[in-house]
């Protein structure tokens, strides 16, 4: 399964909402969809799991949605710590990730 | 705590081969499989594949088969990703992660692959 993220790369101010997409080359089995956050030098961080359920300690202004092969990661208010790359990943078939999002001030 | 603790960076000719391990600890070791993620510089993460760790068999992804081998010691709980024939491409950072443990990653260790 083939993910394609957009945009490349994001452009916001803090406070600004963000919204990413992630589509898929073909259905999700079982909405098997994950978002992971990477700042330089850090291995990723899981943000969201089941294209729906935030993982532990990832704050309620971060949220997935979709199903099947489009998907979105919203984050309401940006923080500062916020701006950083962003990539889904497909656990449904083996795993895939996308190509990343990058969301820059 | 659950830790993956990885081998230091590398630094290897073309043609070489290396070996980079991941030691687990604070859960069983051969209850959840390993996996293998690639990112060269500034780039993208690439998933390479798994092994389980009660058998033993390993999964390699399309891109990773051929001179991409996963092997274990799980009298040690380690878990091995070697690389042989290496080639500039090949320079990358390299992580463990435990997936279907709750998401945890190695820290990752960079191979250099340059004459």
């Known amino acids: 399964i083939v993910l394609t993220q957009s945009p490349g790369t994001l452009s916001l101010s803090p406070g600004e909402r963000a919204t990413l997409s992630c589509r898929a080359s073909q259905s999700v089995n079982n909405n098997y969809l994950a978002w992971y956050q990477q700042k330089p030098g850090q291995a990723p961080r899981l943000l969201i799991y089941g294209a729906t359920s935030r993982a532990t300690g990832i704050p309620d202004r971060i949220s997935g949605s979709g199903s099947g092969t489009d998907f979105t990661l919203t984050i309401s208010r940006l923080e500062p710590e916020d701006f950083a790359v962003y990539y889904c990943q497909q656990y449904g078939n083996s795993r895939t990730f996308g190509q990343g999002t990058k969301v820059e001030i | ?12 000719k073309p043609g070489a081969s290396v070996k980079v391990s991941c030691k687990a600890s604070g859960y069983t070791f051969t209850n959840y499989a390993m996996h293998w993620v690639r990112q060269a510089p500034g780039q993208g993460l690439e998933y390479m594949g798994w092994i389980y760790t009660n058998t033993g068999n390993p999964t390699y992804a399309q891109g990773f088969t051929g001179r991409f081998v996963f092997s274990l010691d799980t009298s040690v709980n380690t878990a091995y990703l070697q690389i042989s024939s290496l080639k500039a491409d090949d320079s990358a950072v390299y992580y463990c992660v435990a997936f279907d443990l709750g998401d945890y990653w190695g820290q990752g260790t960079l191979v250099t692959v340059s004459s």
Do not use: A, M, R, W
């Open chain 2, 1 to 12: 705590q659950v830790q993956l603790v990885q081998s230091g960076s590398e630094l290897k």
